[in-house]
């Protein structure tokens, strides 16, 4: 099969890359080009018969080809046929790219070894808001059906209005006037995961559907396009969770606590994707899209609480030693131990909604303008139940456990009890641990908890830029253009104990809530009883508490943020020869004018032991000059050296710019010029993050299908962020209970403060391996191959070293493939070092984590009937999917003694799929 020749491709990118805005070209642009050019019909006839993955590869290397930029891209190929839920799994094969699982699906993605906080996602070049606390997207919310392709910038232009240090992701949704025919589609799958239904209620099996939809009318002045995607993907998961490992009285380490269990859980997401393009001259165009997605995450989480060293009384303190390894207790026994009975349920739900409208048009050929308007919000709610029973209420009044137990290395603890935890005249609702405040809840009355935090997030903006293009002279094209947005952020949280109507006593679990029993045999605790927890709650079992009576963070985590955002740019396109081979790239600046607040609350504990919240507000205005510069040097047809140097900023994570804190006061320091008071809090006048980054890269594409790449970069982290304490005039906040008698209002806070950084710097290694350069034998065989190497050099103000968020230092990316005659066969591994991750801790808070490092490979083999001969089944494909075939563990350590804290493991899932292309 023949394909438009390479040294016409070169020709046509350079020529199109001087006119056309932004610098990303696509292959429709770049047929519609050739054929206006009156290149010869037979190669465009040609070119258009690849199709499948082989087609994906050769559109993905032309963007990255044509680019102006350092830039990563996959088509809707790539995403469409490997098993990915969402647009995480995808985007992570990509050089330089790395995925952080949540419930063992991706979730955030990190670029060249900075976390999701790190980098900007946009959708269709407009910035979006995020389901989570800041301003890091959890993919896992987009599903990949949808989109068209996604474009990773690692190097910015003036143009690109949404930046991040790490770099910008911009998910891009399909155009119908690109497309040359109607097409209709259906994809459905069947999905199962081999460790089957870990908790009676759990659900084993699901599905994924999507209806596509796209056509032209009106002689292709007008084009439509509409997905609706709905899938319902069940997951579980077997868990050990360690409290910690404390040092005993011989200094030696010996397990805290544990908290194991088995989660059963069903991701539920609907999504509806709309566009409309109306073209009705070549002067004018005007784009809609709109995207909505409702997303719900229910979870079943059931385990046995088992108390250690770190105990609340009785004899669980002490513990027997049996085995002791370089001082830590490997085996021994709980004596006299009560544990907590766990029948959790939680719930996470959402509902995005994003709407944007474009329109560009040419006052001549040479001067274009274009306005774009947009807007997109979020809802998510957490609603989290617990619920605990035991072999009594309280510390020392139920029946004690003698509990075996050995560790297992990475994979946590093996148990051996002696009571059956399953026998429900043994077990019964109410709080086995003195869990309560002992203030507005008795200290043994906690029989259960539920957490309730909420986040809002919403963002507009607006656009207008002028491009002037210029058939001769050094400059090709100079665009301006201004840009305004408005974000505001907001967070609520609270929480409720639960105590059972009938406390003091403990209540048998009533017979119409009880399920079959659900085992525990992967840490040996054999089988616990099973109930209804979600039900009994909503019933009217247990009387409700605020805990933000007494507890000063669920104040302090209440907040928003607010952002006021002006970026105005210019860039100017160039374009010249060297005398040896042409040059062309882009130079301009940006400056930004930001005025953020922060309303919050200021709280602190009374003399009764109760929460004083006082309102709290701070705020900062300031601006920024970023340039930008990029060159392109296309030494030889196939070969290009490209040079980026830019300064980049990432925004503060939203969670540190709140303006909530907690203080105390300290009599004792009352006195003239003493400081009284402490605190510790976020900071409304928090800056972004800043740093200057250069990239260099070399390209040999040997064909349309295939290429290497060699490319370092280095970025020099100008400013970076820190904890640290600060003196602070408190004479705004003032307990009320001791305001008359303050004799100093200063003090010291422990906030974020914006300080010198350090630097990042790494290597890239890409090749694109079509095996028919060997021989026509091996036509439909080929690998993609990527290897990052990443350094990194970073200090705290004290001079402590401090490990990058999301930073593993070596990270590979590969995918096998064949595709031949309508059969498709691939497998897809992602293998990346330990890094500095995050986990949700205690009441949903974030808190770091150390991720070991992992290798996942997925698998696919699929057929196209359009390659058999049979007219009757012509456009449909079938195919069987496999993610984590090695049923891989997601890991975390204690960052300080390199102890296990979690261990999980979510099976492996398959997917049976059909799709139909009318």
Known sequence: MKILPAFQRNKLAL??????????????????????????????????????????????IETKRSATTVVEAISAEDIGKLPDSSIAESIARLPGLAAQRLDGRASSVSVRGLGENFSATTLNGREQVSIGDNRGIEFDLYPSEIMSGVTVYKSPHAGLLTQGIAGTIDLETVKPLDRSERIIQLNGALEQNNLGELNPDGQ????????????????????????????????????????????????????????????????????????????????????????YIDFADEKILRGIEIPGYWSQGGDNEVIETLSLENNFVTEGILHGTQVQVRNDFEKREAEMSAFGLNVAYSFTDDLDIEGDISHSDIQRDIFSLESYAGTGRGI?????????????????????????????????????????????????????????????????????????????????????????????????????????DNYPDTLPIPERYRLSDTSLNFIGMGKMVSYDSYQLWKDGYYTETPEDLTVISRATND??????????????????????????????????QTDQSSDGKAAAINDEGRVDIQDSHGGATYSDILPSLNIIAPITEQQTVRFAAAKTMSRSRMDRMNTSYSFSFDQTLNIPGGEPFGADGGNPEL??????????????????????????????LDSWQYKEIVPYDFAEILPPDVSDQVESTLGNINVWVNADGGRISGYEFTAVLPANLLSEALDGLGAIMSATFIDSSLET????????????????????????????????????????????????????????????????????????????????????????????????VNPDTGFIRDYQVFGTTYLLGASYRF
């Open 396 to 500: 020392n009044v139920g029946e004690e456990d003698e509990i075996h137990f050995e560790m297992l290395g990475d994979r946590g603890v093996m148990f051996s009890p002696i009571l059956d935890y399953s026998d429900d005249s043994l077990i019964e609702l109410g709080g086995a641990l003195n869990w309560g405040n002992g203030e507005t809840v008795p200290a043994d009355a906690q029989d259960g908890f539920i957490n309730m935090p909420t986040v809002e997030d919403e963002l507009d903006a607006v656009r207008i830029s002028i491009t002037k293009t210029f058939d001769d002279g050094f400059i090709s094209a100079l665009q301006g253009g201004i840009n305004y947005s408005e974000r505001t952020k907001t967070k609520a949280d609270s929480g409720v104990y639960l105590t059972l």
């Open 687 to 716: 800056k972004p993050n800043m740093a200057n980054q250069y990239d260099l890269s070399y390209e040999y594409y040997f064909s349309d299908d295939g290429y290497i790449s060699v490319a370092a970069f280095y970025k020099e």
């Open 15 to 60: 020529t199109i890359s001087s006119i056309v805005l932004g610098g990303i070209v696509n292959i429709s642009s770049v047929n519609t080009l050739a054929q206006e050019d009156g290149l010869n019909d037979q190669h465009l006839e040609e070119e258009l018969i690849v199709t499948g993955f082989r087609k994906s590869i050769m559109d993905s």
């Open 797 to 892: 103000a004290d001079g402590e070293d401090q490990k990058v968020p999301g930073l593993s230092e070596e990270i590979y990316n590969m995918t096998l493939y064949y595709e031949n005659r309508g059969f498709q066969l691939r497998t897809s591994m992602r293998k990346r070092d330990e890094f500095n991750g995050e986990r949700f801790a205690n009441s949903f808070v974030r808190e770091e984590a150390e991720v070991l490092g992992s290798e996942l490979w997925d698998a696919q083999i699929s057929y196209d009937f359009s390659e058999s001969g049979i007219d009757s089944i012509d456009g449909l494909t079938v195919s069987l999917q496999a993610m984590n075939l090695t049923n891989e563990p997601y890991v975390t």
């Open 204 to 291: 084993e099996q699901g599905y994924r559907g999507t209806f596509s939809y796209i056509d032209q009318m009106m002689d292709d002045t007008v084009g439509i396009a509409l997905a609706i995607a709905k899938m319902e993907s069940p997951n579980q998961e077997e868990r050990w969770n360690a409290w910690g490992y404390p040092q005993n009285d011989d200094d030696n380490y010996v397990l805290g606590g544990a908290k194991p269990f088995v989660r059963s859980s069903v991701l539920d997401r609907s999504t509806i994707m709309g566009v409309i393009e109306y073209k009705p001259s070549e002067k004018l165009k005007v784009t809609g899209d709109a995207l």
């Open 559 to 592: 907040w928003n943020v607010s952002e006021e955002i002006t970026v105005s740019y210019l860039k100017a396109d160039f374009l010249f020869e060297t005398g040896l081979f042409p040059i062309r790239g882009n130079i301009g600046l940006q400056y930004v």
